[in-house]
């Protein structure tokens, strides 16, 4: 008895198709939302003010990037532009009295020291974040660095 692989593989495909377009392949399977909309309670949390830290924001672990103690909603970041380097930028950072961008951020994949910030560090808010008067929308008991 041959078996006739094409045959084989068609029947696979097919019935992985169904039971992946089938709701009963995944019956008993929740969303953590419940039964709710994905867009149900978008309203809930209001946009919070973001909150200016004097001196800085503690880190509450070793290799924590720092968190923006300032305003940012009207700092542009795009690919053409990125104003966050108009202060914290190797050239302009001791005279806006900034931190400068850690010499990581001048660093290519491959190794290399570049006179800019290496594409794979240029969106700052990929890493770092600022401040909100906002309550945490979930609990935990992670304790910082001490």
Not at 13 to 29: C, D, E, P, Q
Request: with cysteine; glycine share 6%; aromatic share 6%.
């Amino acid at each position: 008895m041959e078996i006739d692989m094409k045959k084989v593989i068609v029947t696979l495909m097919v019935t992985l198709m169904t039971l992946m377009f089938n709701g009963s392949a995944i019956a008993g399977v929740t969303s953590l939302r419940g039964d709710s909309d994905l867009t149900d309670g978008a309203d809930k949390y209001p946009m919070r003010k973001q909150v200016i830290s004097q001196g800085g924001v503690d880190r509450s672990y070793k290799i924590q990037p720092p968190m923006i103690p300032h305003k940012i909603d009207k700092e542009k970041i795009n690919l053409k532009i990125n104003t966050c380097m108009k202060c914290h930028s190797e050239k302009t950072y001791k005279q806006k009295k900034a931190p400068k961008a850690g010499d990581s951020h001048y660093v290519s994949r491959d190794g290399k020291v570049l006179d800019t910030v290496s594409s794979r560090r240029y969106f700052c808010n990929q890493c770092h974040a600022p401040q909100l008067n906002a309550d945490p929308i979930v609990n935990n008991q992670f304790e910082g660095a001490k």
